[in-house]
């Protein structure tokens, strides 16, 4: 029995002196220099106790180490479950026990504090540095270079990535290697990619974009990356000269807008440029355009089915839409409460079916059933519409999700830490426009009777709960929140009374 995610991905580049990673530091690792430490990472992670199925939990700083890590899980079967950076202790607590982690590889400076939540999940914990330094790697080091790759179908389960609902518990989404295969075929077709590509990688690898999009379709294709570390415009400007094609979220090309040193002739040679993970407003795709004499081509995704539809390669690239549905993948706009499906141009929830579709919740049987139709259509939770001429719209999100920077932000998990604050009544998280980050968070606090909320007090009392990325940039006291007849808090009115909030 074969692997097929490794063997597509990964064991095709066995032995070749291919360039894959171009490093900050001028460094280039080769295919098989990649594939040599992967295995070595492979015979490390089955050393320390893990074999198929079982979960090994990440939350370390991008490097080529951590993407070998990745690649160590597939070629041994291992559940790869990579985290923010930004999480903190509490709620890698959460993960830890809920995905039943059998060893959590963290970065060595944090290791004081985690040593702690690992024990407290009954969890093996071990250390890898940026610079390949730490526990984990020192296991590795004298491991053989080359591991039998165990045998896996496409239906099991490759990847867990948590998000968010409006319950406020995190959601583990189970991801086959059919979900992550059959997504990097349909999109290095669509989008074109070959072994002759350099794709400029400034991404996090702990979500779906930066890993299982930008990753895998270099991987597959056999083309090079250049992995920066974080996105900086200094970086990203310096090497841009030697890529053919880029993926950003929103804040990337509003960035580099911003910076002189952006023209035409610094990506004249350049052959894409691909933005998701947030909407990208029509001014930057005319700004871009106007720039450089690209068009930004936008996609749609998320957590639970990679990607779903895609602006054309060649055709118009509309914005404010985000293209048709991909090879394989079916879309369509179907009534929220009866699940009919409406006409085009009539405004709905979207639904997706397809082999990008995850398998299910984590231990959420319930959850998946309210989610996952028998017939295996998704219902997403955002709202939107398919046009006369097929592209689908994305116009809102029926559970209120906030999108800052290209990360997922859920209000009702932002709300439970504040309304257990002293003083706070209630609350009400939303998100309003952001120049930079397309959304930002904005909390709305009701004080209880007599007390005196101190915003300052509040931020710093938040910031010990959750992680940077979730914490409100304003925080706005009112004397109630609005309401609908029935009780429920009108968040519509609110980002309309704070839509200037960042003005």
Not at 330 to 349: L, N, Q, S, W, Y
């Amino acid at each position: 029995m074969a692997n097929p995610l490794y063997d597509r991905l990964f064991g095709q580049h066995a032995g070749k002196d291919t360039p894959f990673l171009h490093l900050p530091d001028g460094r280039t690792i080769t295919h098989d220099a990649f594939l040599r430490q992967a295995a070595r990472f492979a015979h490390a992670i089955h050393a320390l106790g893990l074999g198929h199925g079982d979960r090994l939990a990440v939350q370390v700083a991008k490097s080529h180490h951590a993407l070998a890590l990745y690649a160590a899980c597939v070629q041994a079967g291992v559940i790869f479950l990579p985290l923010n950076t930004a999480y903190t202790p509490a709620e890698i607590s959460y993960f830890l026990e809920d995905s039943g982690a059998g060893l959590f590889v963290c970065d060595g400076a944090h290791v004081g504090t985690l040593a702690r939540v690992a024990e407290a999940a009954e969890c093996r914990l071990a250390t890898l540095n940026a610079d390949g330094s730490g526990s984990f790697a020192v296991a590795a080091h004298d491991m053989p270079e080359a591991f039998d790759t165990e045998p896996r179908g496409e239906e099991n389960l490759a990847a867990f990535l948590y998000t968010s609902g409006t319950t406020g518990r995190s959601k583990g989404a189970m991801l086959t290697q059919g979900n992550l295969l059959s997504n990097a075929e349909a999109l290095a077709g669509l989008w074109r990619f070959t072994a002759d590509d350099v794709l400029l990688h400034a991404l996090p690898i702990f979500h779906s974009h930066g890993l299982f999009v930008a990753t895998n379709v270099a991987l597959l294709t056999g083309g090079a990356m250049i992995l920066l570390p974080k996105f900086e415009v200094n970086a990203v400007i310096a090497a841009l000269p030697r890529a053919t094609a880029m993926m950003g979220v929103p804040t990337f090309y509003t960035r580099l807008l911003d910076d002189a040193r952006f023209t035409r002739d610094l990506v004249g040679h350049m052959r894409l440029f691909v933005s998701g993970s947030a909407p990208l407003l029509a001014d930057t795709h005319r700004q871009f355009e106007a720039r450089t004499g690209h068009r930004i081509l936008e996609r749609y995704g998320m957590t639970e089915t990679n990607m779903n539809t895609s602006n054309p390669y060649e055709g118009e690239r509309r914005a404010g839409t985000v293209g048709f549905p991909l090879p394989g993948v079916e879309v369509k706009i179907t009534d929220p409460e009866t699940g009919a499906e409406r006409p085009r141009g009539e405004t709905g929830m979207i639904e997706v079916r397809g082999p990008n579709v995850f398998k299910g919740y984590w231990n959420m049987p319930e959850k998946t059933r309210e989610e996952l139709r028998e017939n295996g259509f998704f219902i997403t939770g955002d709202l939107g519409l398919i046009d006369g001429e097929g592209y689908v719209h994305i116009v809102g999100r029926a559970k209120d999700l906030i999108i800052s920077g290209g990360y997922n932000i859920y209000p009702k998990e932002i709300e439970m830490v504040l309304d257990d604050l002293p003083g706070v009544l209630e609350s009400a998280v939303i998100g309003v426009p952001h120049p930079d980050f397309g959304e930002s968070v904005v909390a709305v606090l009701v004080p209880e009777p007599g007390a005196a909320l101190d915003g300052a007090a509040i931020a710093a009392a938040v910031r010990e709960r959750l992680a940077g990325f979730k914490q409100p940039r304003r925080i706005e006291i009112v004397d109630a929140l609005p309401r609908n007849t029935m009780g429920k808090v009108q968040k519509n009115a609110l980002r309309d009374r704070f839509a200037d909030a960042f003005a």
